[in-house]
């Protein structure tokens, strides 16, 4: 499995480029799906979310795409920039749960 | 900025000690979350309140415990403190208690046990 630090995994990529970072999630009753990016030194930061009923939804230079049938989340970064660079990781609940439960996260590194 | 503050950001103590976390959650948010964070583990879920009530807990020690104040601010208390304690411990915050909304982190607090 994924781990955050030293064993996390890593994307790098060229400024200018698109940036997909996947997930899988587990959980099927889950219904709710976020994505966060936690910058060096910094909580996380929720970036967009997306209820189970959609399968696409656009924020400003990302998207979020899910698949149910596969329990699959991806992220999209457009464009992406030196301060896109950060550890992203997705966290999956339901209203029939109190907590999400977050993955370890990608690390990604943007060169300039 | 997520309005979520906490305090102190850097703590250094000594095995055996114990210390007290504080967290003041975004203004309008009920429920307020603990997590812990070390290089090897994810993010792990540790206690939620919601309105001054405990509502769910994880994979909390005994040797930890927390509290909702009536005005919202939560406090986690850390006792018997061990090297494999240190971590940085992050609270969030959101508008009521249901897993189904986006959680607001502060920037956490590092503690590093010597």
């Known amino acids: 499995g994924e781990s955050v630090g030293l064993h996390l995994p890593t994307l790098s990529v060229q400024e200018g480029d698109n940036s997909i970072i996947n997930c899988a999630y587990s959980n099927s009753a889950s219904d709710y799906f976020i994505w966060y990016k936690q910058e060096s030194g910094k909580g996380p930061q929720f970036i967009i979310d997306?209820?189970?009923?959609?399968d696409k939804r656009q924020g400003q230079r990302v998207t979020v795409l899910l698949n149910k049938t596969v329990k699959h989340l991806s992220l999209q970064i457009a464009a992406t920039q030196p301060g896109d660079s950060a550890v992203y990781f997705c966290a999956e609940g339901s209203g029939g749960s109190y907590i999400p439960t977050f993955g370890r996260g990608t690390s990604l590194i943007v060169h300039p | 900025d997520s309005g979520v503050t906490q305090t102190p950001k850097h703590l250094i103590t000594a095995t055996g000690q114990r210390v007290t976390l504080r967290c003041s959650p975004r203004s309008g948010d009920l429920s307020v979350y603990w997590y812990q964070q070390s290089l090897d583990q994810g993010l792990q879920f540790l206690i939620q309140y919601y309105n001054g009530e405990e509502r769910a807990k994880g994979n909390i020690l005994e040797r930890f415990s927390a509290q909702q104040f009536p005005d919202l601010h939560s406090e986690l208390n850390l006792s018997s403190l061990e090297l494999g304690d240190s971590a940085l411990y992050f609270c969030a915050s959101s508008v009521s208690a249901g897993g189904n909304q986006p959680q607001h982190f502060g920037d956490g607090t590092r503690l590093s046990i010597l």
């Open positions: 997306i209820r189970s009923n959609m």
